[in-house]
T-cell receptor, first 119, second 107 residues
C-alpha cells in the first residue's frame, strides 16, 4: 500500500521560504509511471494544484505560483520536496502531497500538513 | 484557465437518501473529470476518474456521469461514512482546477 507523509516547519514568517518534504513508502519516486504533486487548501477555500515532478526531474508548475515554487526529488531517500519563496498570509494552507497515476489524477494523498505564515 | 463550478455548495440528507452533486466546466473537458471525497483530518480519496470510472475499492453506490461541460456524482443510498466534502476536478489541462466543494451533512 502506497503511503505519503508530509513534514516540515508549521510556522514561517512573511517573506521567508516554506519548505516541505513528502516521504513515500510502498512505492518509488523513481517509477516511470507516476508524477508526484503538491496540492494545497487555504482555509475556507478550495483545493489548488501547486505543481509536480517526474522521476527525470521534469517539473510543471501552476502559473499562479510558478515564480515562487520549486519542486525537487531525492531518490536516495524516496522523497520529494516543495520550496515556496516570499510567502505571505495568503500562502497559509493545508499542504498535501499526492501521487499522480494518470494525467492530472491523484490516487494517493498524504494527510496534509498545515503551513502557517505569521510573524 | 478552465473554471469548475459545483452545486450545491452544501446539502443536508438522511441515511438511505439518493444524493446528486453537479459540476460544470467553463469549456468542454471531454471526460477528463475526477471526483474526490474529503473528510477533515484525512487524506482526500479518489472516487471516480474519467467521469465515470470507479476507482478500485470504492463502493458501487458511487457513480459518475457526464461529458463535455456537465457532470454528476451520484450516491445511490447515502451511508453514515459518506458524510464529507466532495470535490470535482478537471484533468484536461493544467493547472487542473478543482471545484469549490460540496459539503454533505446529516439531516
Amino acid at each position: 500500500q502506497v503511503q505519503l507523509q508530509e513534514s516540515g516547519p508549521g510556522l514561517v514568517k512573511p517573506s521567508e521560504t516554506l519548505s516541505l518534504t513528502c516521504s513515500v513508502s510502498g512505492g518509488s519516486v523513481s517509477s516511470v509511471s507516476y508524477y508526484w504533486s503538491w496540492i494545497r487548501k487555504p482555509p475556507g477555500k478550495g483545493l489548488e494544484w501547486i505543481g509536480h515532478i517526474f522521476y527525470t526531474g521534469t517539473t510543471n508548475y501552476n502559473p499562479s505560483l510558478k515564480s515562487r515554487v520549486t519542486i525537487s526529488l531525492d531518490t536516495s531517500k524516496n522523497q520529494f520536496s516543495l520550496n515556496l519563496t516570499s510567502v505571505t498570509a495568503a500562502d497559509t494552507a493545508l499542504y498535501y502531497c499526492a501521487r499522480e497515476f494518470r494525467r492530472g489524477t491523484f490516487d494517493y494523498w498524504g494527510q496534509g500538513t498545515l503551513g502557517t505564515v505569521s510573524s | 484557465d478552465i473554471q469548475m463550478t459545483q452545486s450545491p455548495s452544501s446539502l443536508s440528507a438522511s441515511v438511505g437518501d439518493r444524493v446528486t452533486i453537479t459540476c460544470r466546466a467553463s469549456q468542454s473537458i471531454s471526460i477528463y473529470l475526477n471526483w474526490y471525497q474529503h473528510k477533515p483530518g484525512k487524506a482526500p480519496k479518489l472516487l471516480i476518474y474519467g467521469a465515470s470510472t470507479l476507482q478500485s475499492g470504492v463502493p458501487s453506490r458511487f457513480s459518475g456521469s457526464g461529458s463535455g461541460t456537465d457532470f454528476t456524482l451520484a450516491i445511490s443510498s447515502l451511508q453514515p461514512e459518506d458524510f464529507a466534502t466532495y470535490y470535482c476536478q478537471q484533468s484536461y489541462s493544467t493547472p487542473w482546477p478543482f471545484g469549490q466543494g460540496t459539503k454533505v451533512e446529516i439531516k
